[in-house]
């Protein structure tokens, strides 16, 4: 067993060595004031990053990579609406690179690297790793301030470690494939710390944008120029175009209000907040098929996709200086204010207009010499006829090479690069999105203007791949026995939860909190069903609060199976963190391993908690606002318990993930004592006679001294139990004592006859003594 | 196809997709009308751009077989694990330990560890530490988060139950590790782990970390992997496992049970505390955030600083006294970037740090640095970053002597500078 782990972790190793010399710290002109992370895609130095890290270091500066050198880098083209952006390093000959994925293919649970330069901690330049999972694909994480910058309209939301300085570099697979673009994460109550959540640019979207970066353009985003809503009640909703521009290529192709939407470039409509994440992905002037449902007859159409302005926030006017044309002994004129337009280095006002056709040029160059040399893995044959021949030509006879941008070619997306061949004449070339190693995907002669003869046509929809496969085949049914949870909040607490389903007749457990006080309690099912629930019973011991919902439910958690659940054990916490998931999407799967199991003193703030007996103590960050009542389970699917309330441990002072066991959930539900809790078996009736030890204790030093013995009565119970002078109390009963104050509190709760435990140290050695206390007034 | 046409206006569109050719007579092609075009599916290469059908075997993180290995490494580690608590209340000094001196504690009100609220939490534990047996006669090391004031009482449980009474000797504030004490009977050997050597950590493999912080008799695990080396300066290794006051003291290990580090809490601004905050609890901020530090106890500096601290000294970081920048530097160039980067002119000037000013009294003022100097050696290793300089002085504390080899007028001097802690 040790050797299957040890070789599954050299394997790890290996791919981490093999990737992290793609992998570049993004600094602007002066490394010492921060910056974030990116990686190169070609030899010659292309990489990608974020745009909200050149946005900040400015259009050039320096990179470090893993050799330990800082390298120059200039800007070429930025995405802002994306948040994506492509720089060049100069300084050598050959950079190492790494390739890009298909993000289409993750499902939660698949493992994945994260690489970047969290909190600017590699001095060295070596880029910080972490290991974690997928959580949750496609989803939605709104742009800056309800803007359209920024967007990560179809994220990867994973749990590997995501905190400032990891912005722009890289997500992997653990076979080394790039399939994200980390960038962003939910933070909260402790400020820009990383709390198990973070996003990430899926790599077939930077894929789709990768042609309009390369021709150093500001990219822009699709609109359709029409909006969606849903129509009727999850999960048999439609999406209908709720409002459509009259000019809009769908309204010319015949679309119209109250139409439903089927699918658009090749992908199922099945709700209104899918479409808008779908269409952030597409960069503006594509086209795709759209296909629609009007008067019960199916209608499809291509639709060339129009461009989403950015709103360039406008800037007071600055008063400013004439430059003195007389001489010194006269006056400078006064400043004069006059309006100046916002600085917009990245073109946001003038977004899609190349700006720097000579870096473009030289790009075009490059990117042509590399596929005409079949650099690739494998060298593709020359091709008989027309293409073939101009394939032949050395790239030297090539002129007016430009990259003209993204497309959308054979259903996916490409580099179109225009130029111009002694015989040939002007012509359209169309590559794959592999920079590394470029292959031609579709090219056609042009005519003088530079329009190409022929177009790709917008292919209908690929053949559809293959459902994604889960790693874990019991993921499915936990996503359907776990539910969100919406209710009202109060201030600082949420109003909403998750819960999981624990029998087929509709009762649910959840956490604890305000929102179950709420008289509109709802709870989402996984298809979207929104169903009433009542609180049918709660339980302070346990925090936590049984409901009732008023339909059946198949796929339900089996809270007798109590799986045994040992320190190390992997497990996985379904729930619905940030509330990021919302009607039938997903809930956030985080994997992590069972810490402890023990009891624990819990508080909110600085309020203890009544919450008794042991909890499940996890490494999987689940203490976060919507993940209690979540389901803690193990890798068969089993339960292992309930995600408990936000709670800071009272021994660490710290947020604590922890779960409430099955086997204390299943007693709170089948009305049996509960392990652990209460005041079990203590039999007869309190003894309120006043309690003697014998003990005194050294007080003129005041209250908040040392508890030193100073003398012990002869024969009294502390004497008989060995008590000496000198000695110092260090607990009573199990209480910690650590002062005059503390050691006479517990003194007094003893109990006549009851045999308590004092810890007393004596010179080098600590003590346990039994003392059974007299009834004070007794011999 | 249309890049030039601004944003919002339709007018200035040459012409988009498909509009040259009925649209309806593409449906269903698969590949491009008109002649000398390539059909797509001959040229579309088998490569890493074809959309595959199949999806390849993706590995998953959550190894099957790494649970009973996980256990097996703590069962190796678990004899020099040991649980520490303090007692008594902060101000008064326990006089028969070594070490106390009155102006440890400026004044009390609250427990030994819960001086003042820090960063990320609202209101400290009061719970145990944890702590590691390093040596067969009793020295435990510790994490200094766990001892900001010196308590006046402290106690070791073993793993087997045995309780003593424990002594602080030394603390080391540019680790964030102290030394306790405890007389071990005689006959009596305590187990002493095994430590990796640094040079054969990497990135990527397991990493296990112990703490008995939550009052729990057996360590409670928190794993992940070890996700950098040589940080903070070169002093600690880098992990995503959660590293918190539940662990701070305590081992983070390898799957075979050997010791890489001890759990502290770290922050590349370590130095002089802001107000209000003690020095050690910089970096308590990022626990559990999955960056999280282990101080290697193996290495060449490990027992150097090892015999400082059975001394009972503290060690303080070094500092020297002046600002410096680089010699080589020019506006947007920074030492260490690549050949090409560099002007085709040599340098006259040698690649070191020109020292700018120098404090009155300081430790450089002391040893006869002057501004205009240009350090080109310190402690005979290379310094031509203000980076490369932290990282050569982290080796060194308060109170070390270190040559330099200076610059000055065209002739190289060797002068020595003894560190002065940083206030």
């Known amino acids: 067993m040790l050797a299957e782990v040890r070789s599954a972790q050299a394997r790890r190793i290996a791919v981490i060595r093999q990737v992290i010399p793609a992998v570049v710290c993004v600094f602007g002109p002066n490394p010492a004031a921060g910056g974030g992370a990116g990686v190169l895609l070609s030899p010659d130095g292309l990489a990608v990053t974020n745009f909200h890290v050149v946005a900040a270091t400015g259009e050039h500066g320096l990179a470090g990579l893993s050799d330990g050198r800082l390298y120059p880098w200039k800007l070429v083209g930025v995405d802002p609406g994306g948040d994506l952006a492509v720089i060049q390093l100069t300084g050598r000959d050959a950079f190492p690179y790494a390739s890009l994925g298909d993000s289409d293919r993750l499902a939660p649970g698949d493992g994945v690297l994260a690489m970047g330069n969290p909190f600017a901690l590699a001095e060295d330049y070596t880029p910080s790793v972490s290991l974690g999972i997928v959580s949750g694909v496609h989803r939605y994480q709104g742009g800056e301030g309800g803007s359209n910058l920024l967007v990560y309209g179809d994220a990867i939301q994973v749990d590997s470690s995501i905190n400032p300085g990891n912005s722009g570099g890289p997500l992997f697979t653990l076979d080394g494939k790039v399939v994200g673009i980390n960038g962003r994460a939910s933070f909260a109550e402790r400020g820009r710390v990383n709390v198990g959540l973070g996003y990430a640019i899926p790599s077939n979207q930077i894929a789709n944008f990768l042609g309009d970066l390369l021709a150093t353009r500001t990219c822009r985003h699709a609109t359709l120029d029409a909006t969606f809503r849903d129509q009727g009640p999850a999960p048999r909703s439609r999406v209908i175009c709720d409002a459509l521009d009259r000019e809009s290529a769908l309204a010319r192709a015949g679309l119209q209000l109250g139409d439903r939407l089927i699918s658009v470039a090749g992908v199922p409509i099945r709700t209104a907040n899918q479409l808008a994440g779908l269409i952030t992905t597409l960069p503006a002037g594509w086209t795709v098929e759209v296909v629609w449902e009007s008067g019960g007859r199916q209608r499809r159409a291509a639709i060339a996709l129009d461009a989403l302005p950015y709103k360039v926030p406008p800037r007071p006017p600055v008063p400013r200086m004439r430059p003195a044309t007389r001489p010194a002994t006269q006056p400078a004129t006064a400043p004069v204010p006059a309006a100046r337009p916002y600085p917009d280095p990245f073109g946001l006002a003038t977004a899609g207009v190349i700006r720097n056709p000579a870096l473009n040029q030289r790009l075009a160059q490059a990117l042509l010499a590399r596929a005409l040399s079949g650099s690739g893995a494998a060298a593709e044959p020359v091709q008989s006829g027309a293409a073939g021949a101009w394939l032949a030509q050395p790239a030297a006879t090539f002129s007016h090479l430009r990259i003209e941008g993204s497309a959308r070619v054979a259903g996916g997306p490409a580099i179109e690069l225009s130029g111009r061949q002694p015989q040939r004449g002007p012509f359209v070339a169309w590559f794959d999105t592999d920079l590394a190693h470029p292959h031609l995907l579709a090219y056609s002669p042009a005519d003088a203007s530079g329009r190409p003869r022929d177009v790709p046509a917008p292919q209908a929809a690929p053949a559809p791949a293959p459902a994604v496969a889960y790693p874990l085949a019991a993921i499915p049914s936990l996503l359907r026995r776990t539910v969100k949870i919406r209710g009202a909040g109060i201030g600082a607490e949420v109003g909403y939860a998750s819960g999981i389903i624990i029998s087929p007749d509709g009762d649910v457990l959840t956490a604890a909190g305000v929102y179950t006080a709420d008289p509109n309690l709802k709870v989402v099912l996984a298809d979207g069903t929104v169903v009433p629930a009542m609180v049918w019973r709660r339980s302070d011991a346990l925090q936590t609060v049984w409901l009732k919902i008023p339909v059946k439910t198949p796929d339900y958690f089996n809270l007798s199976a109590q799986p045994r659940g040992r320190p190390g054990d992997w497990v996985l916490a379904v729930g619905n963190p940030f509330q990021v998931a919302q009607g039938p999407e997903p809930l956030s799967i985080t994997a992590g391993v069972i810490c402890a199991r023990a009891a624990i003193g819990l508080r909110k703030r600085l309020q203890d908690l009544p919450l008794e007996g042991d909890v499940l103590l996890v490494d999987a960050i689940v203490a976060n606002p919507g993940a209690p009542g979540g389901a803690l389970v193990d890798l068969q699917g089993d339960l292992l318990g309930m995600v408990g309330k936000v709670a800071e441990s009272r021994a660490t002072g710290t947020r604590i993930n922890y779960a409430i066991p099955a086997d204390a959930l299943d007693a709170f539900v089948h009305g049996r004592p509960i392990p652990g809790v209460g005041d079990q078996g203590r039999p007869g009736v309190p003894d309120v006679r006043p309690a003697q030890t014998g003990i005194r204790l050294f007080t003129l030093a005041g209250n908040r001294t040392p508890a030193f013995v100073d003398a012990v009565v002869p024969g009294s119970p502390a004497a008989q139990a060995g008590l000496a002078k000198d000695d110092l109390l260090l607990a009573i009963a199990g209480r910690e004592v650590r002062h005059v104050a503390d050691a006479q509190k517990a003194l007094a709760g003893l109990s006549v006859g009851r045999t308590v435990t004092i810890l007393v140290k004596r010179g080098n050695s600590v003590l346990t003594l039994s003392v059974t206390p007299r009834e004070k007034g007794r011999p | ?423």
């Not at chain 2, 910089?282 to 559990?288: I, L, N, T």
């Open chain 2, 1 to 423: 196809m249309i890049r030039n046409r601004s944003s919002g206006c339709r007018a200035g569109r040459r012409w988009r997709w498909g509009a040259k050719l009925p649209y309806r007579g593409l449906i269903g092609a698969a590949c491009l009308l008109g002649i000398g075009s390539l059909t797509l599916a001959q040229t579309a290469p088998a490569g890493p751009s074809a959309r595959g059908l199949a999806r390849p075997e993706i590995p998953s993180m959550l190894d099957s077989d790494l649970p009973a290995v996980v256990r097996a490494a703590a069962q190796v580690i678990r004899p020099s694990v040991v649980t520490i608590e303090t007692f008594g209340d902060i101000g008064f000094a326990d006089p028969t330990a070594p070490g106390n001196t009155p102006g440890n504690a400026p004044g009390g009100g609250r427990g030994p560890r819960s001086p003042q609220p820090m960063l990320g939490l609202a209101e400290p534990g009061a719970g145990p530490c944890t702590g590691l047996i390093i040596s067969p006669d009793g020295y435990i090391i510790t994490s200094t988060y766990n001892f900001l004031r010196r308590p006046q009482v402290i106690t070791i449980t073993l793993a087997d139950g045995t309780q003593y009474v424990a002594h602080l000797l030394g603390r080391d504030d540019t680790r964030g590790v102290c030394l306790l004490k405890i007389n071990v009977p005689a006959g009596r050997e305590l187990a002493v782990p095994t430590l990796v050597d640094p040079a054969d950590l990497k990135v990527g493999q397991w990493a296990i970390a112990l703490g008995v912080g939550y009052g729990t008799a057996t360590p409670a695990v928190s794993v992940r992997i070890i996700s950098g080396l040589k940080r903070i300066f070169g002093r600690a290794v880098q992990t995503d496992a959660r590293i918190s006051p539940a662990n701070y003291g305590g081992p983070l290990i390898d799957i075979e049970g050997r010791v890489i580090g001890i759990c502290v809490p770290l922050s590349p601004q370590a130095g002089p505390a802001p107000p209000g905050m003690l020095a050690g609890a910089a970096g308590v901020g990022w626990y559990d955030s999955g960056v999280g530090f282990a101080v290697p106890l193996a290495g060449a500096d490990a027992a150097r600083w090892f015999d400082k601290l059975k001394a009972g000294q503290d060690l303080r970081p070094g500092r020297m006294g002046v600002l410096v920048s680089p010699s080589a530097a020019e506006p947007g160039e920074m030492p260490g970037a690549g050949p090409a980067t560099r002007p085709a002119s040599a340098h006259p000037v040698p690649a070191g740090l020109i020292i700018r000013q120098v404090q009155p009294g300081s430790a450089a003022a002391k040893a006869g640095l002057q501004p205009g100097d240009i350090m080109t050696a310190v402690a005979g290793r290379p310094a031509a970053s203000l980076a490369e300089l932290k990282t050569v002085l982290a080796h060194y504390v308060a109170g070390d002597t270190i040559p330099l080899t200076v610059r000055r007028g065209g002739k190289n001097l060797s002068l020595s500078i003894t560190l002065e802690p940083a206030e």
